[in-house]
T-cell receptor, first 113, second 111 residues
Framework: EPEVTQTPSHQVTQMGQEVILRCVPI?????FYWYRQILGQKVEFLVS????????KSEIFDDQFSVERPDGSNFTLKIRSTKLEDSAMYFC???????????FGPGTRLTVT | AQSVTQLDSHVSVSEGTPVLLRCNYS??????LFWYVQHPNKGLQLLLK??????LVKGINGFEAEFKKSETSFHLTKPSAHMSDAAEYFC?????????FGKGTRLHILP
C-alpha cells in the first residue's frame, strides 16, 4: 500500500533557528497539505499546494512559513525563525484528485527550546 | 462555504455499549466525507469515507457511518465499544481540494 513518509520523526531546535520538515507524498498524487497539531489540541490546517503553488493557506501560515516542492518527490515545510509556540506535531498529507481521501504521513514532532 | 461541526468534544461509553459520534457539515454541493481516528501519540488513520456511493458506509474496526443529506449529518457509530477504541475522532469534509477538519471528539471507554 502506498504511503506518505515524513522525516525526521522528531526534531529539536533552538528558538530562532530555521527548520525544514520533509515529506514524500504518494507518487501520483497532485494535492499536498501541511497541518499542525499542538499537544492536546485539534488538527489545524496550514497550507495546501497544487500545481507548484500555494492554493490556500490559513492565518497561521504567516511569513515565517514557506513550502516548496524542490523536485518531483519531496514536499517541504520551512519555518524560518522558530518560536516556542511552533512546538507541535506537523503532518503532511496528499490526495489524488477529488473525491478521494487524504493520506497522512506519520508526522514530525517539532520541539522548540 | 464548507464547515464541519462535531457536536461533542468528549463522549464516554461503557465497554460493550454502542458508540455514537456526531458530525454535521455544510457544503455547497455533495461533498466527500471522512472519519479519521488518532490514537494517543499516533498519526491519523482513515476509518471510513463517503464519496457519493452508498449512503451507509462501513469502515474498519466495526465502525460505520450514514450520510443523511436531509439532515446534513454523517454520524459515526459502532454497535459495541472496545477499550481499544479510546482515541480522538475527526470528521472531515472535502470539496474539490478544500479540506476541513472538525475539532475532534475524544472517545473514552469505561470498563
Amino acid at each position: 500500500e502506498p504511503e506518505v513518509t515524513q522525516t525526521p520523526s522528531h526534531q529539536v531546535t533552538q528558538m530562532g533557528q530555521e527548520v525544514i520538515l520533509r515529506c514524500v507524498p504518494i507518487s501520483n498524487h497532485l494535492y499536498f497539505y501541511w497541518y499542525r497539531q499542538i499537544l492536546g489540541q485539534k488538527v489545524e490546517f496550514l497550507v495546501s499546494f497544487y500545481n507548484n503553488e500555494i492554493s490556500e493557506k490559513s492565518e497561521i501560515f504567516d511569513d515565517q512559513f514557506s513550502v516548496e516542492r524542490p523536485d518531483g518527490s519531496n514536499f517541504t515545510l520551512k519555518i524560518r525563525s522558530t518560536k516556542l509556540e511552533d512546538s507541535a506535531m506537523y503532518f503532511c498529507a496528499s490526495t489524488a484528485p477529488s473525491p478521494g481521501e487524504q493520506y497522512f504521513g506519520p508526522g514530525t514532532r517539532l520541539t522548540v527550546t | 462555504a464548507q464547515s464541519v461541526t462535531q457536536l461533542d468534544s468528549h463522549v464516554s461509553v461503557s465497554e460493550g455499549t454502542p458508540v455514537l459520534l456526531r458530525c454535521n457539515y455544510s457544503s455547497s454541493y455533495s461533498p466527500s466525507l471522512f472519519w479519521y481516528v488518532q490514537h494517543p501519540n499516533k498519526g491519523l488513520q482513515l476509518l471510513l469515507k463517503y464519496t457519493s456511493a452508498a449512503t451507509l458506509v462501513k469502515g474498519i474496526n466495526g465502525f460505520e457511518a450514514e450520510f443523511k443529506k436531509s439532515e446534513t449529518s454523517f454520524h459515526l457509530t459502532k454497535p459495541s465499544a472496545h477499550m481499544s477504541d479510546a482515541a480522538e475522532y475527526f470528521c472531515v469534509v472535502r470539496e474539490d481540494d478544500k479540506i476541513i477538519f472538525g475539532k475532534g471528539t475524544r472517545l473514552h471507554i469505561l470498563p
